[in-house]
């Protein structure tokens, strides 16, 4: 079992920054790939991100790409989503999950942990 806890969201300006951690526990974090997720108000979940377990590979979606960093720090078992120039369509909730294969995967029904989402709120 993983537990992930997301935390950093809150309401910013466009043009403004934020950053979302997420702290895992339970499973070793290392042997984890970790992808984010987004929710906007009437819309599916959608793909924003995802690290591999070690870093080595990096993928993120066309709406986020060039604003949008992940990151992790295995040894605190905490994943990173530093988001810039954040603008009112990334307005969602936002939620990391955790997936135990080592293939690196866009679609949601891949993963087997989520967190319960940080809201993010951009106004413009």
């Known amino acids: 079992q993983v537990q992930l806890v997301e935390s950093g969201g809150g309401l910013v300006q466009a043009g403004g920054s934020l950053r979302l951690s997420c702290a895992a526990s339970g499973r070793t974090f290392s042997t984890l790939n970790m992808g984010w997720f987004r929710q906007g108000p009437g819309k599916e979940r959608e793909f924003v991100g995802v690290?591999?377990?070690?870093?080595?590979?990096?993928d993120y979606a066309d709406s986020v790409k060039g604003r949008f960093t992940i990151s992790r720090d295995n040894a605190k078992a905490m994943v990173y989503l530093q988001m810039n120039s954040l603008k009112p369509e990334d307005t969602a909730v936002y939620y990391c999950?955790?997936?135990?294969?080592?293939?690196?995967?866009?679609?949601?029904?891949?993963?087997?942990?989520w967190g319960r989402g940080t809201q993010v709120t951009v106004s413009s």
């Open positions: 690290i591999t377990r070690n870093s080595g590979y990096i």
């Open positions: 999950a955790a997936d135990q294969s080592n293939i690196m995967r866009r679609q949601s029904r891949f993963y087997d942990y």
